[in-house]
Each structure stands twice: as C-alpha cells, then as structure tokens.
C-alpha cells in the first residue's frame, strides 16, 4: 500500500477529472461520448452558422451530430463538414444535405436522400452540400422590394392622415349612422310586409287556383270551337254583305232608288215639307179639321 501515497492519489483524481471533464464537454457538445456513428463528409462552398455540434436532421428525425468543420486553405471554396450518422441509416447515392435555419436562428443539417434506395453510400463518401433556401432566405430576398415600397408607404399613410383629418369625414360618419338607423327602419317594414304576405298568401293562392280553373274552362270552351264552321260563317255573311252594297250601288230596290234617283229624293223631301206646313196649319187653326156640335152638323 505504500505505492497509493498522497501524490499518486491527487494524480489519479486530477487524470480523473481530466477524462471527465474531457467527455463532459463532448457530452455538452452534442458529441455521443462513445461514439459507435459511421462518418461521411459534406464539401460546402458556405457553411454560414453551421458549427461542431450541429444536428442532422433526415425528415424531421435527428440522425447524426456534425463532428467537424474543415477549411481548406489550398482551396478557399471548398469547406467540408465531417458529420457523424448513426450506422442503421443507409444513405442513398445521389443525396444532399442542406443547411436551414429556424427564426430564432438555430441552425441544422437537413439530408436530402437521393431516388434510388438501393444504391447506398459507404461510410467515409463525401456528398455535396448547400444552403437551404427557408424562411429567413425569403425574407432577406424580400427587404429590398420592401426598402423601396417604404417610400411610397410612408405617402400613403401621409394621405390617410390627411383623410382622417378632414372634418367632412365625421359628418359622412354621421351620415352613416342615419342611414344604418333608416335602414334598420326599412328591414322592420320589410318584415312587417313579409309577415302580411305570408297571412294572405293562402287566401292568394286560392283565389289564383280558381283563376286558373277559369282559365283552363276558357280554354277548353275554345278548344271545343269549331274554328272551321266558324269562318264559313263569317265568310257566307261578309259574301251577303258584299252582295247587298253591290245592289245599293247597282240602284236595285227602294233603298237602292233612294240612294241613286235624285228626283225621288226631291219627291221625298216635298212630301215632308207639305207634311210639316199641314201640321203647322192644323196646330195653328184645329177648328177647320175638327168639330164637334151638340145640336147636328152644321155646314161651313
């Protein structure tokens, strides 16, 4: 026991410490302490805030830690990231990874797996890698259209401050209201009416039911016509017609010798006017065509 003195003692705890707090800043790295992961290497022209310790991430599932940031200074385009994955992940060939960020600026890898599933990369390839283009990409693509349009915003909020100032403004407010209130008036009576109507609509509609009976009787009544015996009549009457102005104007008969001889019209016309002077006379002088005596006839 005499090998365990006081100095082996604090060199073994020192040699302890040291192992632990080399492991423990692995384990607070993000690194598996005891790594069993197969590695691949990603070569990057931009490796903007990705670090050791970054997350790997294959659809949303984290699947390997990057381990390892190179530079190549004989190629200052040429960035490789060492990426430990876990050995049940097969990579296809032809995969990508691709570096996103979230809004509060946490950084990640992201692998893209190529098409074919079978041909898969052994540990130690090297697949290309970039940036992806997310949210905050967008967004700095957007400031600039946003930069110019600040000019015209700042007019236009100008112009709407105008416009809110503007005392005409309250009184088409207030104008407003009316309205609302004259229309909130006219929806009661619109109701109101409604309400009405639909009190005497079946009276309505069964007056309309028997319009329509009357409607349909009239039309069996005209169905029932015999359209063609009709005009036959009419015809033989308008043939009578025609006829009889034919022997009018042909002088045929009284009426027709009246409207064509003259001189029975002179004849006619004397004969009322020696009529009308003897109705005169006997209206004037009754006496000589009337007369009666109670003692006999007495001559004149």
């Known amino acids: 026991m005499k090998y365990f003195t006081k100095e082996v003692q604090i060199a073994l705890v020192a040699i302890a410490g040291i192992v632990v707090l080399f492991f423990g800043m692995k384990f607070l790295k993000g690194l598996t302490v005891f790594s069993s992961d197969d590695s691949y290497y990603v070569e990057f022209t931009d490796v903007s805030g990705l670090s050791v310790s970054s997350p790997v991430y ?13 530079y190549n200074f004989d190629s200052q385009e040429q960035i490789v990231a060492k990426v430990g994955l876990n050995q049940q992940l097969r990579l296809p060939k032809g995969s990508t990874a691709e570096i996103s960020s979230d809004l509060l600026g946490n950084v990640k890898l992201e692998l893209v797996f190529g098409p074919n599933p079978v041909d898969v990369l ?26 110019k349009m600040l000019p015209k915003l700042d007019s236009i909020l100008a112009n709407v401050n105008m416009l809110l100032s503007d005392p005409s403004l309250a009184n088409s407010l207030h104008n407003v209201d009316h309205i609302t209130a004259n229309l909130t008036t006219t929806t009661h009576e619109l109701n109101r009416l409604t309400a009405s109507l639909n009190k005497q609509m079946p009276s309505m509609l069964e007056k309309a039911d028997g319009v329509l009976g009357n409607t349909e009787t009239l039309t069996k009544n005209l169905s029932d016509l015999d359209i063609a015996m009709t005009m036959a009549k009419v015809n033989t009457t308008l043939q009578n017609v025609e006829q009889l102005t034919a022997k009018l104007n042909s002088g045929e008969g009284t009426i027709g010798l009246l409207m064509t001889d003259p001189g029975l019209y002179r004849n006619l016309t004397s004969t009322m006017s020696h009529t009308d002077s003897l109705i005169m006379d006997l209206k004037a002088h009754p006496m000589r065509y009337v007369h009666f005596s109670l003692f006999g006839r007495k001559d004149r």
């Open 58 to 70: 294959a659809n949303g599932f984290r699947v390997g830690v990057v381990e390892d940031v190179i």
């Open 122 to 147: 052994e540990p130690g390839d090297t697949i290309s890698g970039g940036q992806q283009q997310g949210v905050m990409g967008k967004a700095e693509k957007i400031l600039p259209n946003i930069e």
